[in-house]
């Protein structure tokens, strides 16, 4: 079964970019049966989708993050990874890599144990 | 953009059954919506239940199912047990974005 871990500064300072990176092990990123995603969850409060990536580079954007969001994936890491841009206070969160898979219907199977990201001065 | 609904909270005894829903702004969830559940325990990251409705994972308990209700998808926990209390997510798939509910906590007294 595949493991994803997250991993990336634990700090961010406001108005700078969050950047992550989730390492994916015991299977490969390149299977056109997945997609790759972020989710984040502030303290106390609900989950949030943020974007999918597949390993061709098909995108899928939260339409209130999209502006300030890139993913982008590498095949010959066996890797993705997220990119916000401009950090306020709100971004504080957890977030969490996961794996989209079709078996006869998407779902999200597989999920990192969570980064969390601060964002302060 | 698409805004899905859980009940805020539930309470059920031990042994009981209940059932949470799910709904979209947008109207009648189906199948294209890719109906996805989740538990997510304090501390822990979410761990999927059922996903396409009512298919389940190999790791999920027999006693949990999903279904289609009203419009609705909809989450049943039966013979409950105080392990089952946790926050519940739904995720719903519409016009090209995933969006989850806001959960349902879930008290088992």
Known sequence: QPQLQESGPGLVRPSETLSLTCAVSGGSI???????????QPP???????????????TGYNPSLKS???ISVDTSKNQFSLKLTSVTAADTAVYYCMRWSNSGGWGGDYWGQGSLVTVSS | QTVVTQEPSLTVSPGGTVTLTCASSTGAVTSDYY???FQQKPGQAPRPLIFSISSKYSWTPARFSGSLLGGKAA???SSVQPGDEAEYYCLLYHSGAWVFGGGTKLTVL
């Open chain 1, 30 to 40: 390149s299977s056109s049966n997945y997609y790759w995603g972020w989710i984040r």
């Open chain 1, 44 to 58: 106390g409060k609900g989950l949030e989708w943020i974007a999918n990536i597949n390993y061709r580079g098909t």
């Open chain 1, 68 to 70: 300030r969001v890139i």
């Open chain 2, 35 to 37: 109906p996805n559940w």
């Open chain 2, 75 to 77: 989450l049943t926990l």
